[in-house]
């Protein structure tokens, strides 16, 4: 399969579902370019939020065509009293009435409450607002799943080669700073889970320094404790660590080092044991490894709300818009 492949297909399974997507920066030119593009293609359908003259203006300025695509001003949204008494319900007493109404003009809390009220299928932000700004409505509003206590993430990344297409998951490498014993499990499973809903039956190794008792220190010992909880906890997976990463991804390291693994030497999903190794290991496979990052994809969500890096352009926008409804 090669990369057009992969989205090719997951826009076909789009074309049944009618999904709707809300982009929270709706005068952002990235933002008004890709959802030009939807519009036209027609296999999903944008909604931007933001002041509509603002958004008309810009659209205008860039030469792009909006005709068709639903724009909400959180300022005139007719529904907004209903708006701010859910929202006051699910802060239970964390935010007033008022403090929702304040909240609400906000595009990131308002389209949040858009997919939170079922208006639309998923979220997609972060072109001017920061990572935090995109997951601290959803953390509030949406909340996680059940059986899941912490927000994650993933990068899914693409490679094309001769004709084929290589796609590997790597986690956490965006959101968790210093993840705990608890929370490496969780970020594996939800990696997992990710992966096969983009067609990678998932084989997962444990990164670390050490591989099978090489190297000794906590962080071994936390990436050890980590990948036998998760193995535990899901037999049904492919499972192992600690290794390192060419012990993880070369068979000739992976027969000196753990024969008789059933992930080492062939893994294709990769779990980092801190922040600081997962997002320079992403961008070294980005920069020097010739991989798409698509990402940051956020894991254990109730919906589908997903970051966008600041640095992003209006293809990325578009695919990630793909990505995004995917996961509905």
Same mark, same amino acid.
């Given at each position: 399969?090669?990369? %057009?492949?992969?989205?090719?297909?997951?826009?076909?399974?789009?074309?049944?579902?009618?999904?709707?997507?809300?982009?929270? =920066?709706? &005068?952002?030119?990235?933002?008004?370019?890709?959802?030009?593009?939807?519009?036209?293609?027609?296999?999903?359908? &944008?909604?931007?939020?933001?002041?509509?003259?603002?958004?008309?203006?810009?659209?205008?300025?860039?030469?792009?065509?909006?005709?068709?695509?639903?724009?909400?001003?959180?300022?005139?949204?007719?529904?907004?009293?209903?708006?701010?008494?859910?929202?006051?319900?699910?802060?239970?007493?964390?935010?007033?009435?008022?403090?929702?109404?304040?909240?609400?003009?906000?595009?990131? *809390?308002?389209?949040?409450?858009?997919?939170? %009220?079922?208006?639309?299928?998923?979220?997609?932000?972060?072109? %001017?607002?920061? %990572?935090?700004?995109?997951?601290? &409505?959803?953390?509030?509003?949406?909340?996680?799943?059940?059986?899941?206590?912490?927000?994650?993430?993933?990068?899914?990344?693409?490679?094309?080669?001769?004709? !084929?297409?290589?796609?590997?998951?790597?986690?956490?490498?965006?959101?968790? /700073?210093?993840?705990?014993?608890?929370?490496?499990? =969780?970020?594996?499973?939800?990696?997992?889970?990710?992966?096969? /809903?983009?067609?990678?039956?998932?084989?997962?190794?444990?990164?670390?320094?050490?591989?099978?008792?090489?190297?000794?220190?906590?962080?071994?010992?936390?990436?050890? !404790?980590?990948?036998?909880?998760?193995?535990?906890?899901?037999?049904?997976?492919?499972?192992?660590?600690?290794?390192?990463?060419?012990?993880?991804?070369?068979?000739?390291?992976?027969?000196?080092?753990?024969?008789?693994? !059933?992930?080492?030497?062939?893994?294709?999903?990769?779990?980092?044991? =801190?922040?600081?190794?997962? !997002?320079?290991? *992403?961008?070294?496979?980005?920069?020097?490894?010739?991989?798409?990052?698509?990402? &940051?994809?956020?894991?254990?969500?109730?919906?589908?709300?997903?970051?966008?890096?600041?640095?992003?352009?209006?293809?990325?926008?578009?695919?990630?818009? /793909? /990505?995004?409804?995917?996961?509905?």
């Amino acid at each position: 399969m090669n990369a %057009t492949t992969l989205f090719d297909s997951l826009i076909e399974k789009l074309k049944s579902s009618h999904r709707k997507i809300v982009f929270t =920066e709706g &005068p952002d030119a990235r933002i008004l370019e890709a959802a030009s593009r939807l519009k036209k293609e027609g296999f999903l359908a &944008p909604v931007l939020v933001g002041n509509i003259d603002e958004i008309k203006a810009a659209a205008k300025a860039g030469n792009f065509e909006i005709d068709g695509i639903e724009i909400i001003c959180p300022e005139s949204f007719e529904g907004m009293d209903d708006m701010i008494e859910t929202m006051a319900e699910i802060r239970k007493g964390k935010m007033s009435k008022e403090e929702c109404r304040q909240a609400l003009l906000k595009s990131n *809390y308002f389209g949040t409450m858009l997919v939170k %009220t079922g208006y639309a299928d998923a979220l997609l932000g972060g072109a %001017t607002y920061s %990572t935090a700004d995109t997951v601290r &409505p959803a953390l509030q509003i949406i909340k996680t799943k059940p059986g899941n206590k912490i927000v994650s993430s993933c990068f899914l990344m693409v490679r094309s080669q001769g004709g !084929n297409e290589e796609l590997i998951a790597m986690g956490d490498c965006a959101i968790n /700073i210093s993840p705990s014993e608890d929370d490496l499990v =969780e970020i594996a499973i939800e990696t997992a889970k990710c992966a096969r /809903i983009f067609g990678i039956e998932p084989r997962v190794a444990f990164l670390s320094y050490s591989t099978k008792g090489s190297g000794k220190g906590d962080s071994v010992t936390t990436v050890v !404790n980590a990948c036998n909880k998760a193995k535990a906890a899901h037999p049904e997976l492919a499972i192992d660590g600690e290794l390192q990463f060419d012990a993880a991804v070369s068979p000739v390291v992976a027969a000196v080092k753990c024969r008789g693994s !059933n992930v080492a030497g062939r893994a294709n999903v990769f779990i980092f044991p =801190e922040i600081n190794s997962g !997002n320079i290991g *992403y961008k070294i496979a980005q920069r020097f490894g010739g991989f798409d990052a698509y990402g &940051p994809i956020l894991l254990g969500l109730n919906a589908p709300i997903n970051d966008l890096s600041r640095g992003c352009n209006a293809d990325e926008v578009y695919k990630m818009a /793909i /990505i995004t409804a995917a996961l509905a």
